[in-house]
């Protein structure tokens, strides 16, 4: 019985979904429209509640379906196999779920801060929920503004009637991220502070805030006339970075701690006693499922690591391979069991890397079980081993929408880095702030730790940015591998996108070094030009970077219905 409300309140939270019923996305209507335009509606705190709950689906956790980690594999951390990963758009499209999903979820925030402004809730209950409702919309204009740069704005519910709206130009993307961060700013002084770990809380809501800076802020000091016709914004730049650090602040004060093991963090059945989550997404074995354990020991190919993203991974003395005096080599060696082995490679690692890869090489025709899985094989040899939990029964681990390892959703590692990025960036990091937050993380990782001055230049360093920032950004990386679609967006805010042209970086199409394969065939097929790195590129297709890929197009659907939107440049 206890299960089954369990599931009930799960699904109420993450399962809703809405009915369209127009053609313009801002004016797409929720079937309970003419329900909830009243106050007797709004003034009932469980219609509220109700209405907010619906929100939590823009949390997805893990996959496939819309799930951030793993399946977001448009970056240069892992290579898609068996479809060639291009940009996500080659053409314009007629429509598409980045635009009027969130202009949907926004006018859902608008009837709420509406409605409940006009009911008789008492004053906190109300600014608690116009808090989430503001901090939700904010949200959902930063998705779009990162995905589409200018946008429509609208803080009200749309009628016919608003045509100058409707019908109107695209608001600049710098007045509507300011207008992002007075919600953000209202929502983090309303939001009731919470000890749940699954529930809107004051903390969730300074953990958003202080993504959603750290993206505009860095955004806004990189970015260059060529890409949106905009160059660096220094005020705004530092307006954001320090509004990140200030919620930063507000989290590492609250007392949440670092979990000691940073697999646990990912594999766990329960993530409610894990002192890092801010807010997770739970799952409930036989009631409420997914399938990211599956996607990743099954026969599915594995959407492996690239050469360029195990290269990043520094050795145990605190060196990146160009200068370490470990053993760089790099050769899986034959083992015992007749298996492609890099365990003594692993060994001497950052510690994130053996709990994120296999020790084991396997790919097609080199195929391999883990701890009684299906034979599986990898796009570049590496597998990923991150989310498998290999206590759970093997038809949880191999059958679709069986795993039940919760999702981190907000946790105090990002927190950590975004604070040492954003004060780095600033100008003010300390090595106090780095042993508070960085530094901390590297003790985890089995590294040495970090200071301002590194003590060392990585040759590697090809973002034009100091040895410091180089360090954090590598950190970052290695922290959240394959999560959240994290890295990404990184490159976005960095202005680095020209790092996922496969011709210029050919190592982010390359896996394992696979030189003691003892099947010649096998071998040869994917030893290019005297290399034997594993070659995952797809028959020669190659993905060519152009400054349009900084912004998605507008679907030429939504210009049809208004002209005014324009399209972006290059589209």
């Known amino acids: 019985m206890i299960k089954t409300m369990k599931f009930k309140y799960l699904i109420g939270i993450f399962a809703l979904s ?339 890869t296999d020790s084991i090489i396997y790919y097609t025709h080199r195929e391999w079980k883990r701890a009684g899985s299906m034979q599986m094989h990898s796009s570049t040899g590496y597998g990923v081993c991150k989310y498998d939990n290999i206590t759970f029964p093997v038809t949880y681990r191999t059958v679709s929408y069986k795993s039940y390892n919760d999702a981190p959703v907000f946790w105090l590692a990002v927190v950590y880095l975004n604070y040492a990025e954003a004060k780095a960036e600033l100008g003010t990091l300390t090595e106090e702030d780095l042993n508070l937050t960085v530094n901390l993380l590297l003790k985890r990782a089995g590294l040495p730790p970090m200071t301002k001055d590194v003590g060392f230049h990585d040759p590697a360093n090809d973002m034009n940015v100091s040895d410091l920032l180089w360090e954090i950004r590598r950190c970052r990386r290695c922290e959240l591998m394959f999560d959240n679609d994290f890295r990404y967006w990184d490159l976005i805010r960095w202005h680095q996108l020209d790092k996922l042209d496969t011709k210029k970086n050919p190592d982010i199409q390359l896996g394992a070094d696979i030189a003691n394969e003892p099947n010649p065939a096998i071998k040869a097929e994917h030893t290019k030009g005297g290399s034997t790195y594993y070659d995952a590129s797809q028959g020669g297709q190659i993905r060519e970077y152009n400054v349009k890929h900084y912004l998605y197009p507008i679907p030429s659907g939504q210009i049809s219905l208004n002209p005014q939107l324009g399209q972006n440049k290059g589209w």
Not at 271 to 289: F, G, R, T, W
């Open 18 to 356: 809405l009915t369209m019923v127009s053609c313009n996305d801002l004016l797409d209507k929720d079937p309970l429209d003419k329900q909830t335009n009243s106050p007797a509606y709004w003034s009932t705190e469980s219609n509220v509640q109700a209405q907010v709950n619906k929100f939590y689906e823009e949390f997805p956790g893990y996959g496939p379906t819309d799930g951030q980690f793993y399946f977001k594999s448009l970056s240069d951390d892992q290579v898609h196999g068996e479809t060639f990963q291009n940009w996500k758009f080659v053409n314009v499209p007629a429509s598409s779920s980045d635009w009027n999903g969130k202009y949907t979820e926004i006018r859902r925030a608008n009837s709420i801060i509406a409605g409940v402004n006009g009911s008789s809730l008492s004053e906190a209950k109300k600014a608690h929920y116009m808090g989430i409702a503001r901090m939700m919309r904010g949200y959902f204009y930063y998705k779009l503004v990162r995905c589409f740069g200018d946008v429509v704005y609208t803080d009200k519910v749309l009628d016919l009637t608003d045509e100058n709206i409707l019908y109107g130009p695209r608001k600049d993307r710098d007045e509507v991220m300011d207008k992002v961060l007075d919600d953000l700013n209202y929502a983090v002084k309303n939001i009731e502070e919470s000890s749940s770990k699954v529930a809107f809380s004051r903390a969730m809501a300074q953990a958003l805030k202080a993504d959603v800076c750290l993206w505009e802020g860095t955004f806004r000091k990189y970015r260059n006339a060529e890409e949106n016709g905009k160059g660096p914004d220094a005020a705004g730049s530092q307006k954001f970075l320090n509004a990140c650090v200030d919620a930063c602040n507000y989290i590492m004060g609250k007392g949440y701690k670092l979990n000691n093991d940073y697999h646990a963090n990912y594999i766990s059945e329960s993530l409610a006693s894990n002192p890092e989550m801010i807010l997770y997404k739970q799952y409930v074995k036989d009631y409420y499922m997914h399938s990211l354990i599956d996607y990743t020991a099954s026969s599915t190919e594995i959407y492996g690591m690239t050469k360029d993203a195990f290269d990043s991974y520094l050795f145990l003395d605190g060196k990146p391979a160009a200068l370490t005096s470990e053993n760089t080599k790099q050769i899986a060696e034959v083992d015992a069991n007749g298996e492609m082995n890099i365990s003594k490679m692993l060994a001497i690692r950052d510690k994130r890397l053996s709990a994120t």
